[in-house]
């Protein structure tokens, strides 16, 4: 049977006993029948995304069950350029940064310009393509004042220190290397150069004579934050040949998507929150697996839920969950798409107690038509710490998905 | 209690659930009392050779079983070398070998010499000895027009390509380097000077000379092809000093086995198919377990009905593979030999519906008087993924195994 990858990643959904909730975690507490259906019919088993006891970010969860290793890990930088379309290369530095409003002295006025929501697509083009000493400037607007920029040329380094003097009333501050290494050296020059260079350039732009007129504040600085190195590595749907599509709203999300070889479908109703459009993610979702061999479909309001300590609304957020696993469910027996294995799993718990991402493993489920089954019939914490998957790694879960796509090397003869 | 090891090998005996079989694996759905009786006196799980997901062939699957790790894995050539009866040393390059007929350009004519059956041990013999520029050859004779080649000197490389053109009509193909190392030109330049020679004193030859008299094609030719280099391992039975024996058909496993420093008991009747002598395997096992701490009992018919799509005839075979452990279990407990431990294991699984080995894991058993048991009753894929052993790798399995026979070290103090 030639086969198909549905992933369904709850994010944060891994939790604990809540005394509010009868002390049962969110996922034992909440109605969800179309998730114990996926356990029961299928294999179960509990997941340390990188290794037991080690909380993850969003980043590297999603860097791991998409096929990749900690050591593949470009921190945030490279992940934002991504997220915001831009495609990188080995040895790529990349930078979130804010527009800021500065004075003539480089002294920092306003950390986000106003918040300026307008006109930053043209103040990125500015600066885009600017060349110095060698390296070449690849500068993008994101969402309101942020925007990313990334650096190319031979011999960068990411040990550089940030900016962004993270209050107003202070000044620019000169990046440093942050080693003895003369490439952080090299690099810290570079990007002040480069951030002078960006004052000057952006403080003559029509959009913020504009602004100015209009008694706003003009976006005139770069302050740059969490640089990060593009590793040498390659897309992983490139690497093993198969074809695959992330359905998401969070950007973190989609840049490690892209940067996986992952095609990309979102949308504006998309709102990485309790008020997301289930019924259209489930309907991309069928639609993108037409096409894909590997389709991740992201949910993330049940992380939020922890970050908040609501284990009710992470309660709702996973009967929302379950609402839209039980859409993608009747519509593949509607199309009769019987090739296509549903695979639940999360990038890490954030447990409400602790209101931050924790180590305690993941609950996971795989079930698929001729795929082994187990005798554990819902899908929570405790239930499936004794599945037939037994306690597996991120990238074991991952390289079984894939071992039904039949792309990953056979070793030996 | 000093024990011993009887670890029975069912070759590709991990499956999936078949339609034909009722939702059932063919292991859960073949009547298996002896294997059922290990299971419920002894400890069960589920094990991956290398890694969850991937899939193993037979050669490196039993090179775990046998305690070594994939960096060990020397490639096709040496492991047939080793099962042709050919002792290799760290270094050494072998390639697997037809005889084939050439003309006078090196033009192959017949790829497989006529299918010569008789005389090969003549012409082997004309060959091995041969030195070239330093270079020693090695050259043994194997079933019908193949052979083995090994070449012994140092610098040698394995990465060179074949020389088999594969098609006749064609001329030997020149080997080159693989890649930019000089080992590897200086290694092809040797072997494309052996192939030269080879052809001059076969053509010679009184096999060949009587051949051509009586219309048959002369074996004048040698073709190479899987170039591997022996890895400087040594023997595991050395290194850890216990005596081991592996009673089995395929040269594939009994190549494993040699080089691990096993003695081996083959026999014309066993014939790797399901038309085997289990009688004769098992009495030859009993044997073995008198001179051996560690006894390997492999058995070939269950991944052959797995490669077919068989799901019948991998029941059948399995039912196979379970008398010939009734015979064992019966015979020991004849020859009150208490302290056999006997574990049941497979290389990797070939599921039907692949035709091909597979990522999932394999059912594991131990089971001795006086080790630890747990509540599984039965072997098969979904019991023992509920086992006692878990899910563990390959190499924690034959480590398992030896600490039963007090030969591995102890680490720290």
Redesign the interface.
């Known amino acids: 049977?030639e086969r198909k990858i549905l992933l369904a990643i709850a994010d944060g959904l891994g939790d604990r006993p809540c005394d509010i909730l009868d002390g049962k975690t969110p996922l034992e507490y909440a109605k969800t029948e179309h998730l114990n259906y996926l356990a029961e019919k299928g294999?179960t088993g509990i997941m340390d995304l990188y290794q037991a006891g080690s909380p993850v970010g969003t980043d590297l969860g999603h860097l791991i069950l998409f096929g990749y290793s900690i050591d593949d890990y470009p921190g945030r930088g490279p992940i934002e350029a991504f997220g915001n379309g831009m495609e990188l290369i080995g040895g790529d530095v990349a930078f979130r940064c804010n527009f800021a409003t500065l004075d003539n002295d480089m002294k920092v006025i306003d950390r986000r310009a106003g918040r300026i929501r307008e006109g930053t697509e043209e103040l990125a083009s500015a600066l885009n393509g600017l060349e110095i000493d060698g390296v070449k400037v690849l500068f993008k607007e994101a969402t309101e004042h942020r925007a990313v920029m990334v650096l190319r040329g031979p011999g960068l380094s990411q040990a550089v220190t940030d900016t962004d003097p993270k209050k107003e009333g202070l000044p620019v501050k000169p990046s440093l290397g942050k080693d003895n290494n003369p490439t952080s050296k090299y690099t810290a020059v570079i990007l002040n150069k480069i951030l002078l260079e960006a004052h000057q350039i952006l403080s003559k732009h029509p959009v913020n004579i504009s602004r100015e007129k209009q008694g706003l504040l003009p976006a005139n600085g770069i302050l740059t934050r969490g640089a990060g190195m593009m590793p040498n590595i390659d897309k992983i749907t490139e690497r093993l040949n198969f074809k695959a599509c992330c359905v998401a709203a969070e950007s973190t999300v989609l840049g490690v998507a892209r940067l996986a070889g992952f095609n990309i479908l979102s949308d504006e109703s998309f709102t990485g929150n309790i008020d997301t459009d289930i019924e259209k993610k489930a309907s991309f979702a069928i639609e993108a697996l037409k096409y894909n061999d590997f389709v991740a479909l992201h949910y993330k309001a049940t992380d939020l839920m922890g970050h908040d300590n609501d284990p009710l609304g992470k309660v709702k957020a996973i009967e929302q969950f379950d609402r839209m696993l039980g859409l993608v469910i009747s519509s593949l027996k509607q199309e009769k798409m019987e090739n296509v294995v549903i695979a639940l799993a999360a990038d890490h718990s954030t447990p409400c107690e602790r209101k931050e991402h924790s180590g305690d493993p993941v609950p996971i489920v795989i079930c698929g038509k001729?795929?082994?089954?187990?005798?554990v019939k819902c899908y929570d914490e405790i239930s499936c710490a004794?599945?037939?998957?037994?306690?597996?790694?991120g990238a074991?879960?991952?390289?079984?998905?894939?071992?039904y796509l039949?792309v990953?090397?056979?070793?030996?003869?």
């Open positions: 049977m294999s001729n795929l082994r089954k187990d005798n004794n599945g037939g998957l037994n306690r597996i790694k074991d879960f991952n390289r079984i998905l894939l071992d039949e990953t090397p056979k070793y030996g003869n």
